[in-house]
């Protein structure tokens, strides 16, 4: 693949990259939650997630969804779903926090597989995502060669757009996590809960009706 080829991907998904989403709310209360090392598991469950499109697409199991409205329909309804419930559980965060004390960091370990885990949330939140796949499906076969193999190229343009991501979701996580003692009172972290909630019903909502 021609490294024109993987610059052009990159400049066609910078946009989509850059507007404000899930994983960018999830990193952003993550971090104000339990500290930078949270918000760098969101980073990997949203990456694993990309790779998991891409590989799907180039195998043609994934067409499969964008060809069937059904199948769509029901994938498109999981992931909106997943964004309201999780917006559900910040808004019931968010109403049970006390008012006078101060959050301290998370520093105990949980299994990357649990529902509460920011990896799985990160992951989930880009799975479920019928925008993330169709950039597999639609955008990223623009930029491969014709009668060539698939698979390799399309994981290549995974990697790029993983860095991408990884480098736009990272910013934040610095920022998020050099505000992150006034992010971790309780005042500043029930507005952040109730303003996260918020956006993520909004999304889960926009993403059943669209």
């Known amino acids: 693949m021609r490294g024109v080829a993987v610059l052009g991907f990159l400049v066609a998904v910078a946009p989509i990259t850059a507007t404000p989403g899930a994983s960018l709310t999830l990193v952003v209360s993550r ?16 990456v694993t997630g990309l ?3 891409a590989t ?13 409205a059904q199948a769509f ?9 997943y964004l309201v419930g999780l917006g559900l559980w910040m808004l019931f965060s968010a109403a049970r926090r006390s008012p006078s004390t ?4 998370a ?10 885990h920011p990896y799985l949330q990160g992951l989930l939140g880009n799975v479920l995502n019928p925008k993330a796949a169709a950039i597999y499906l639609t955008l990223a076969p623009q930029f491969l060669e014709p009668g060539r193999p698939v698979l390799v190229p399309m994981l290549l343009l995974a990697t790029a757009h993983s860095a ?5 979701l ?22 952040l809960d109730r303003l996260t909630g918020v956006i993520l019903l909004g999304l889960g909502v926009r993403a059943a009706v669209t």
């Open 107 to 116: 520093r105990t370990r949980r299994l990357p597989w649990r529902v509460d």
């Open 164 to 168: 991408l991501h990884t480098c736009w």
């Open 73 to 81: 329909w029901i994938v498109k309804l999981l992931g909106a779903a």
């Open 51 to 53: 790779y998991l499109h």
């Open 170 to 191: 990272a910013g934040w996580t610095v920022v998020s996590g050099a505000a992150g003692r006034l992010l971790r009172t309780a005042a500043v972290r029930r507005v």
């Open 56 to 68: 799907l697409a180039a195998v043609g199991l994934a067409a499969l969804v964008l060809r069937s």
């Open 31 to 46: 971090v104000a939650t339990g500290g930078r090392r949270q918000g760098w598991w969101v980073i990997l469950g949203t």
């Open 102 to 105: 101060t959050s301290p960091p």
